[in-house]
């Protein structure tokens, strides 16, 4: 199911890039870093996926920052960015949610590190859901 199917075309970077992705049983996978786009026949293109990962934010943004982004995804993973197809979304307001098998085969080694080392140090970070 594609929370998006059968739209007139969507702004991708208000509607999907940057948004939080959470597994149904509220596991986070991270942040839409970019988008697999496939052309149709009649010269649109449609979004295949939804890909997670420093180094798919650094195909994004390119330049010297892409380069440093590049750079550091590496120490976290070797492989190219985790790939959610649009199947697997369940709703999109305004998280992304996804199946929770999709959602615990995708991890983040970055947001796992970043949550570890800054978010978890801060005092009450903790409680902050609750």
Do not use: C
Request: charged fraction near 30%; proline fraction near 7%.
């Amino acid at each position: 199911m594609n929370p998006w199917d059968d739209q007139y075309p969507i702004d991708l970077s208000d509607a999907v890039l940057d948004r939080q992705i959470s597994g149904e049983d509220g596991t986070v996978v991270g942040k839409v870093d970019d988008v697999e786009l496939r052309a149709r026949d009649d010269g649109t293109y449609v979004v295949d996926a939804l890909l997670v990962g420093p180094e798919a934010l650094a195909d994004r943004i390119g330049g010297p920052m892409g380069k440093l982004l590049r750079r550091i995804g590496r120490g976290f993973r070797s492989e190219a960015p985790q790939r959610i197809p649009m199947n697997a979304i369940r709703r999109a307001e305004p998280t992304i949610v996804v199946t929770d098998a999709v959602a615990h085969a995708t991890d983040s080694p970055s947001q796992d590190w970043l949550r570890r080392t800054v978010i978890d140090r801060i005092p009450g970070a903790g409680r902050a859901s609750r």
